[in-house]
């Protein structure tokens, strides 16, 4: 199983700061986001793999229902060609109400994702693309520079539907923080035999005291409980109440022991990736401990 780091809410020069350290620290991925009023997604990505040399960098997630696929292909196709082998694309739909602010809420969620995949794949693969959907509109369009390998893309989804699309259209499929060990088992299972893989947000929170390290996720995961669109994800811990039992189902949390566990039940439950998200202002500091304390305690076995 990869082992990676995501971020996210920071000033992106914050967030080019941890880029090197990521690497320093052996793990194999760093992923940032692309969050309404954040930082630009491959203005960050790309600023990473230029401070980096090993590490792979993941998009997680890019909007389909905002960009011409045409355009999202170019810049996915220039990364690719600069760092071949190193740049990890995650698609979605987009969140409803983000979408709705921007004025750019499609008829179909559903259906601007899986056109735009299916075209954005063709495009790296250096088709000649012509496409007239409900939402996108390609009349023969080609990248004059397709990448030689195309990077893979998955689709970060939660529901049966997108997580079905998933399967059938993308590389892999991105599971948001908080999803229930049951959850993911049922997804990994339900891709067997696929070239598929499965990379698996979650929160970490890694402390010399285990009570400690749970106390900075209570807030995070009790409103995570109440979530509406995270029930099905949540599965039995949807409205449950807020106990170290359910932090410690839905969070890498408590001492690096603790931490080990749960990610090694994360890999039982069929996660090729697990990207954790360290505690907000503490991002170094969990970073080091998840390399000094954690890695060992799982390359031990």
């Not at 007239?132 to 009349?139: A, T, Y």
Request: glycine share 8%; hydrophobic share 50%; net charge negative.
């Amino acid at each position: 199983m990869d082992l990676g780091v995501k971020v996210d809410n920071l000033p992106a020069e914050a967030m080019m700061e941890l880029a090197p350290r990521v690497e320093a620290a052996g793990l194999d991925e760093f992923w940032l986001i692309e969050d309404l009023g954040l930082a630009g997604g491959f203005t960050q990505v790309a600023a990473a793999l230029e401070r980096t040399r090993r590490v792979r960098v993941g998009l997680g997630i890019a909007p389909a229902a905002v960009r011409n696929v045409a355009y999202l292909a170019m810049e996915v196709a220039t990364l690719a060609r600069l760092h071949p082998g190193r740049f990890l694309m995650g698609v979605g739909h987009g969140m409803p109400e983000w979408l709705s602010q921007v004025g750019a809420h499609p008829a179909s969620l559903m259906a601007a994702l899986e056109e735009v995949t299916v075209a954005l794949r063709r495009l790296l693969d250096g088709e000649q693309v012509a496409f007239h959907g409900s939402h996108v509109h390609l009349d023969r369009v080609r990248l004059a520079h397709p990448p030689a390998v195309p990077p893979p893309v998955s689709l970060g989804v939660r529901g049966p539907k997108g997580l079905d699309l998933a399967r059938r259209i993308a590389n892999g499929t991105i599971l948001a923080e908080g999803s229930a060990l049951d959850y993911i088992g049922d997804i990994a299972s339900a891709a067997k035999g696929l070239d598929h893989r499965l990379t698996v947000f979650t929160w970490l929170s890694v402390d010399s005291d285990g009570d400690t390290a749970r106390a900075r996720l209570r807030d995070t995961i009790a409103e995570a409980l109440v979530h509406p669109a995270m029930s099905v994800q949540l599965r039995s811990w949807y409205k449950a109440d807020l106990t170290d039992a359910a932090i410690d189902a839905l969070a890498v949390a408590g001492t690096p022991q603790d931490c080990a566990a749960a990610l090694r039940r994360l890999a039982d439950a069929g996660a090729d990736a697990v990207i954790l998200q360290p505690v907000r202002g503490a991002e170094s500091a969990q970073i080091a401990s998840l390399a000094e304390d954690i890695r060992p305690l799982l390359d031990a076995g």
